[in-house]
């Protein structure tokens, strides 16, 4: 999978399926059926929404050392502290971007990646059954950050990049429709959200590092 650049309006990932719908559109109008037409075309324009690029983060500032950023756009559903972990939960909607950000710099590991299926993120057996992934960046000093991603009932595959590889802060990794991300924060960071607060890949932060 190619890495997302910043020339293209819509990302790559979704040429295929955004083709398909319209294609579809096309041919149901030509039979006739005018109504399902419609919703072919409101589907298409759906799916430029969630695959349009992200331009927003050329405008911000360079990245702060001894930070956590937001790994994806989103609403913070819960903040747990408990056993000595910290766990910040990432509410993913069709509202945001949906290109998925390295949080911290360092090395980038893929633990897991099933493909299943598409239950609420929240339901109990969401764990086990959906698309799920596990993602782990380890800096320099030991730190690491841990993303479990979790797909909803409106996700698809999810979608990642190479990895066991050096990355950067905010750097593109992947593709993520709908559903919850789990941030495991490690001790020395401070957590800096608060539940309700919105949050935008690779600019709002999430955690700072204890002076």
Not at 49 to 61: A, G, K
Not at 119 to 148: C, H, M, P
Request: hydrophobic residues 40%; charged residues 20%; contains cysteine.
């Amino acid at each position: 999978m190619e890495k997302i650049i910043y020339n293209q309006l819509i990302l790559k990932e979704g040429y295929s399926k955004i083709g398909v719908a319209f294609g579809i559109s096309i041919i149901l109008f030509l039979l006739g059926f005018l109504f399902f037409a419609k919703i072919g075309i409101a589907a298409t324009l759906l799916l430029l929404w969630i695959y349009r690029n992200d331009f927003s983060i050329i405008n911000n500032p360079a990245n702060l050392s001894d930070t956590i950023y937001a790994p994806i756009d989103g609403k913070i559903a819960s903040v747990d502290k408990s056993e000595g972990k910290q766990k910040v939960y990432i509410d993913v909607n069709f509202c945001g971007s949906h290109i998925l950000r390295v949080p911290m710099a360092g090395v980038y590991t893929i633990n897991s990646l099933v493909n299943g299926l598409n239950l609420s993120s929240w339901a109990y057996k969401s764990k086990t059954l959906n698309s799920r992934a596990i993602l782990s960046f380890k800096d320099q000093n030991g730190d690491e950050v841990k993303t479990e991603i979790i797909s909803g009932f409106c996700g698809s595959r999810i979608e990642l990049y190479p990895d066991h590889k050096e990355v950067s802060t905010r750097e593109p990794i992947g593709v993520f429709i709908q559903g919850t991300i789990i941030v495991e924060i490690p001790a020395t960071y401070e957590i800096k959200v608060y539940i309700g607060d919105k949050v935008t890949g690779g600019i709002s932060v999430l955690a700072g590092k204890n002076e």
